[in-house]
T-cell receptor, first 111, second 112 residues
Framework: SQTIHQWPATLVQPVGSPLSLECTVE??????LYWYRQAAGRGLQLLFYSVGIGQISSEVPQNLSASRPQDRQFILSSKKLLLSDSGFYLC??????????FGEGSRLTVL | GENVEQHPSTLSVQEGDSAVIKCTYSDSASNYFPWYKQELGKGPQLIIDIRSNVGEKKDQRIAVTLNKTAKHFSLHITETQPEDSAVYFC???????????FGTGTRLTIIP
């Protein structure tokens, strides 16, 4: 069966520090991968999606970047965090159109 | 691009009563409409979905209706139970684009 792992689950970082959130999927190959951010009252905002290794599409210009170094690995990064980067980050995968499978999320607090 | 609006943002119902959450979408080409449930501290999970070739779909206590002419769809939960308390998200997509646009969520609280 397919599983998705996302870490760390929580982190507190100072403004200006770097960020790396990692997501891996097991049990499937060539999935579509996504990073979403969930802010209070704003629902789920798609940040990046990837249909293959090295193929990244950005939905919203911002202080973040994403990379897909391996087929089932998706990384969300920042060189210098801003206060506004605080939120709940969700990784998800899908195979073709249809159901998205979400990870457990990473709660980021920037102080 | 697609815009999905969801109402209400919060909803409290007595246990055993029904709950209804409504969404509207803007892109008439959208043809896939899923609903996700997010429990506290977890990622959202798909609970039911509907495609544009049907008007209603039921799964036990949960049903979804779709009105393509009016571009709106709704989630109906009957005989609500405490475990139905969660945040619910609607979404829409044009399937070949494979990207979902989500509503802003509804926090449903079931009052025992």
């Amino acid at each position: 069966s397919q599983t998705i792992h996302q870490w760390p689950a929580t982190l507190v970082q100072p403004v200006g520090s770097p960020l790396s959130l990692e997501c891996t999927v097991e049990g499937t190959s060539n999935p579509n991968l996504y990073w979403y951010r969930q802010a209070a009252g704003r629902g789920l905002q798609l940040l990046f999606y990837s249909v293959g290794i090295g193929q990244i599409s950005s939905e919203v210009p911002q202080n973040l970047s994403a990379s897909r170094p391996q087929d089932r690995q998706f990384i969300l990064s920042s060189k210098k965090l801003l206060l506004s980067d605080s939120g709940f980050y969700l990784c998800a995968w899908s195979v073709g159109p249809g159901e998205l499978f979400f990870g457990e999320g990473s709660r980021l607090t920037v102080l | 691009g697609e815009n999905v609006e969801q109402h209400p943002s919060t909803l409290s119902v007595q246990e055993g009563d029904s709950a209804v959450i409504k969404c509207t979408y803007s892109d008439s080409a959208s043809n896939y409409f899923p609903w996700y449930k997010q429990e506290l501290g977890k990622g959202p999970q798909l609970i039911i979905d509907i495609r544009s070739n049907v008007g209603e779909k039921k799964d036990q206590r949960i049903a979804v209706t779709l009105n393509k002419t009016a571009k709106h769809f709704s989630l109906h939960i009957t005989e609500t139970q405490p475990e139905d308390s969660a945040v619910y998200f609607c979404a829409a997509s044009i399937s070949f684009r494979e990207k979902l646009t989500f509503g802003t969520g509804t926090r449903l609280t079931i009052i025992p």
